[in-house]
Structures are given as C-alpha cells and as structure tokens.
C-alpha cells in the first residue's frame, strides 16, 4: 500500500491501522490519502481504475464523535421503503479516518469482484461499523439512544460478496521469471508464467446521511 498522510494523526499509527483492517485483500496496488477536509467533518472517495482512496477529515472534529450510518434493515412503508440511522460513537480521530477508510475500501473490493457497485451505501457501512464495534468497542445506538441489537444490522456475509477480489495468498504466486525444476536429478530452469495482467459529499452531525461518493468510476 502507498500511504501518505498530510494531518498531524501518526503516520505509523494510522498506517498499521488501515493495513491491518485490508488483510487479507490485496493492497500491493492501492494508494490510501489521509488529509484535512475543507469543511465538512469527514468524506471519502475511491477512484476505481486508478486504485486510489481519499479519506478527509475535519480539523475541528470533537470526539468523542457520533456518526449516523445507514446499515439497518430497510423496512417497507406505504410510500416505498426507509431505513432507520444507527449512530455509530468513534473515540478518536483515528477510529474516525478508519470508518472512512473501510467504506471506500469495501467499494474498491466490490468493483474488484465484478460487481456493480450501484447502491451499496448500507453494505460499505456495515463492514466499517462492524470492525469499529467489534475490535474497537465502538458503540452503537438508535435515534433514541437505545443499544442496537446485533441482528438489526449484521445480517450479510460481506466477505462472500466480494469473495472474488484478490487476496494476499493471489499476491505471492509466482510471478514470471526462472522455477527451478528437477528432471531425472538435473537441475533445469524454465520460464514460469507471466501473470495476469472512486468525489463524494462529506457527512456531518447535521447531516448524517450525506453520501462518502459516487457511482460513475468512483466509490464513495
């Protein structure tokens, strides 16, 4: 992974944050962006066909920080259909930039599965919340301050959707070059094979179903 990060957050911290959180997909192409937002509390983008993820965040973020998420169930309604916000609590800014980070980088494993990535908004919110609730103990909550049940909102395998991104274990086989190969006790060298040769509005406390991107080659 090429990370850079213009915020004052630790470049080694967030770094094997985020690269701990990508295992086991492959990174070895990916560019991460960590900067400051010009505004809004926190965005994010993914360029598709260039492999690169922005994460921007807010200067004058407080946290603890509160964030609404769009990872209920969809309910059905006279008028069509709705989906209550959970609100997602994040110690740091840290914590904050890895949300972000997943989202996007559960949008670039949908489009390196060939999947469409139309309408994904809830699944990119769900891997991202359910890593910040389960290693960070993030908690999670309804509009009135409630505990949300577990089944509520984790009730997809997102690891089987994208199950056709490449993986770390894809990454370290042979690339073309010599493969020693053994013939009747002689040692003989034949060519091995060559392999195979996302920008978004932010989100706020007053606004915290704005999108983290788009659809058209770039992730949100």
Known sequence: MNFRNSTQLSDARLY????RHTTPYRHDRLTVAVRYSRGADFSGTCYYHDA???????????????????????????GG????????TVADAEQLVLFVYL?????????????SPRRKEAMCDRFA???LVDEYGCRLRDARGRPVARET???????????????????????????PVTIRGVPVGRP???PAIAK????????????????NGRGT
């Not at 094997?16 to 690269?19: I, V």
């Not at 259909?81 to 997602?88: A, K, P, Q």
């Not at 997102?158 to 493969?179: K, Y």
Request: net charge positive; hydrophobic share 35%.
């Open 16 to 19: 094997a944050m985020l690269l």
């Open 52 to 78: 690169v993820i922005y994460v921007n965040l807010g200067r004058n973020n407080r946290y603890p920080y509160t964030l609404g998420t769009g990872i209920a169930k969809a309910r059905t309604t006279r």
């Open 81 to 88: 259909w709705r989906r209550e916000i959970y609100y997602l």
């Open 103 to 115: 989202h996007e980088l559960y949008h670039y494993l949908i489009k390196l599965a060939g999947r």
């Open 129 to 131: 919340t359910r890593v």
């Open 153 to 179: 909102w984790d009730f997809q395998n997102l690891h089987a959707f994208v199950a056709a991104a490449p993986t770390e274990r894809q990454m370290r086989l042979p690339l073309c070059g010599e493969i």
């Open 192 to 194: 091995g094979p060559r």
């Open 200 to 215: 978004c509005p932010g989100r706020s406390r007053a606004n915290p179903r704005g999108a983290i991107g788009n659809e």
